[in-house]
T-cell receptor, first 109, second 114 residues
Framework: KNEVEQSPQNLTAQEGEFITINCSYS?????LHWLQQHPGGGIVSLFM???GKKKHGRLIATINIQEKHSSLHITASHPRDSAVYIC???????????FGPGTSLSVIP | NAGVTQTPKFQVLKTGQSMTLQCAQD?????MYWYRQDPGMGLRLIYY???????DKGEVPNGYNVSRLNKREFSLRLESAAPSQTSVYFC?????????????FGPGTRLTVL
């Protein structure tokens, strides 16, 4: 079993829909990192969180430390949100980061 | 600040050739990382360096060597490239070991080994 898992693996949505991407982890973490990667593009940071909820524009990230689960929500989705979304567990014990396999999102006009 | 820079952006090699991927960061970060990304797989750690002068193997180190030349620069060398090393390579840096510090990524190097 992978230490960081994401669901769904692939997601297609109509423009305007509310989207949820889930991340579950089995390791002790100091924080969870959500990243975005556009096709053929670089990797950019969206959120870093260790508790509760963070919001930036139409994006919301939540984390439940007890359940070892985090979600990324996109409200009023837009075709420019089409990308791969990656969650990464920042482990407590040492300097390494464990990445989930990514969720590929396609938003159709 | 340029953040994390990588060179080259694209490279095509023949099997057996060698090359070095360069990475530099101007954020005064202690930790630096090399990852590879393959279709359908998450980012996998090749090597990392927690500080200048130290390096450690990651998940997939075979066929690679690294040098942490100074605090800014962390290079990845392929001594004898193989088709299995065709991938996109990302360098990343982070302020300090562990804790609540995000990673910053370079733009990636797309490597094809024929």
């Amino acid at each position: 079993k992978n230490e960081v898992e994401q669901s769904p693996q692939n997601l297609t949505a109509q423009e305007g829909e509310f989207i949820t991407i889930n991340c579950s982890y089995s390791v002790g973490i100091s924080a969870l990192h959500w990243l975005q990667q556009h096709p053929g593009g670089g990797i950019v940071s969206l959120f870093m969180l260790s508790s509760g909820k963070k919001k930036h524009g139409r994006l919301i990230a939540t984390i439940n430390i007890q359940e070892k689960h985090s979600s990324l929500h996109i409200t009023a989705s837009h075709p420019r949100d089409s990308a791969v979304y990656i969650c990464a567990a920042m482990k407590t014990s040492y300097d390494k980061v464990i990445f989930g396999p990514g969720t590929s999102l396609s938003v159709i006009p | 600040n340029a953040g994390v820079t990588q060179t080259p952006k694209f490279q095509v090699l023949k099997t057996g050739q060698s090359m070095t991927l360069q990475c530099a960061q101007d954020m005064n970060h202690n930790s630096m990382y090399w990852y590879r990304q393959d279709p359908g797989m998450g980012l996998r750690l090749i090597y990392y360096s927690a500080s200048e002068g130290t390096t450690d193997k990651g998940e997939v180190p075979n066929g690679y060597n690294v040098s942490r030349l100074n605090k800014r620069e962390f290079s990845l060398r392929l001594e004898s490239a193989a088709p299995s090393q065709t991938s996109v390579y990302f360098c990343a840096s982070r302020r300090q070991g562990g804790g609540y510090n995000e990673q910053f990524f370079g733009p990636g190097t797309r490597l094809t080994v024929l």
